[in-house]
Nanobody
Framework: QVQLVESGGGLVQAGGSLRLSCVAS????????MGWFRQAPGKEREFVAGINWSGDNTRYADSVKGRFTISRDNAKNTVLLQMNSLKPGDTAVYSC??????????????????WGQGTQVTVSS
């Protein structure tokens, strides 16, 4: 069993930055892949960024490439999402999720088996 708790969301102006944090409980964090997803009102949940268990492979949605950076600290059971140059279109509830380990980063929602509650990110124009 893995529990995930996100923090770091809030209200920011367009062009600003936020850093989201996801802390995991459980001894298996260091051998599990991690991902960040988001869901805007009236839209489906979508993949944002992912990182494999060892941290040497990452993947990003085209909409956030060059602006967002995912990283992890296995010693602290933490995965971070640094979000720069935020746009109003980034407004959503951001959730972290974890799935089985592997070199490849999977973007499919159903592959991830544990989810956090989410944190709201609002970007004003």
């Amino acid at each position: 069993q893995v529990q995930l708790v996100e923090s770091g969301g809030g209200l920011v102006q367009a062009g600003g930055s936020l850093r989201l944090s996801c802390v995991a409980s459980g001894r298996t964090f260091s051998v599990r892949n991690m991902g960040w997803f988001r869901q805007a009102p009236g839209k489906e949940r979508e993949f944002v960024a992912g990182i494999n268990w060892s941290g040497d492979n990452t993947r990003y949605a085209d909409s956030v490439k060059g602006r967002f950076t995912i990283s992890r600290d296995n010693a602290k059971n933490t995965v971070l999402l640094q979000m720069n140059s935020l746009k109003p279109g980034d407004t959503a509830v951001y959730s972290c999720a974890t799935g089985p380990s592997g070199f490849a980063v999977v973007t499919t929602i159903n592959w991830y088996d544990y989810w956090g509650q989410g944190t709201q990110v609002t970007v004003s124009s």
